[in-house]
Nanobody
Framework: QVQLLESGGGLVQAGDSLRLSCAASGRTFSRYAMGWFRQAPGKEREFVAT????????YYADSVKGRFTISRDNAKNTVYLQMNSLKPEDTAVYFC?????????????????WGQGTQVTVSS
């Protein structure tokens, strides 16, 4: 049974940083791409970032490019999202997901297992 457990969310002020973690189990983690998505109240879930199986390839949504960094540690079965210069519009529930394939995936359909999410709230 594949499980993804996010942690690291919280309430911060604009300009602060947070690091989200997602611990995976139940699958050969290093074979698959990983991604982060987010969903704000009243909005659809949106792509944030993705990393390939090796960690060599990463892609970001334009809204977070230059501020967020996705990385992974295959030895620890964990993917991270370092979020700097946070803005109130970054407020959302953040979800990690494991991809169906090894390469980076931009769409939710490219992922088959999802975590429960962690709340990030950025006050102005």
């Amino acid at each position: 049974q594949v499980q993804l457990l996010e942690s690291g969310g919280g309430l911060v002020q604009a300009g602060d940083s947070l690091r989200l973690s997602c611990a995976a189990s139940g699958r050969t983690f290093s074979r698959y791409a990983m991604g982060w998505f987010r969903q704000a109240p009243g909005k659809e879930r949106e792509f944030v970032a993705t990393v390939s199986w090796s960690g060599d390839n990463t892609y970001y949504a334009d809204s977070v490019k230059g501020r967020f960094t996705i990385s992974r540690d295959n030895a620890k079965n964990t993917v991270y999202l370092q979020m700097n210069s946070l803005k109130p519009e970054d407020t959302a529930v953040y979800f990690c997901a494991t991809g169906r394939f090894s390469g980076t995936q931009f769409y939710a359909s490219g992922y088959d297992y999802w975590g429960q999410g962690t709340q990030v709230t950025v006050s102005s």
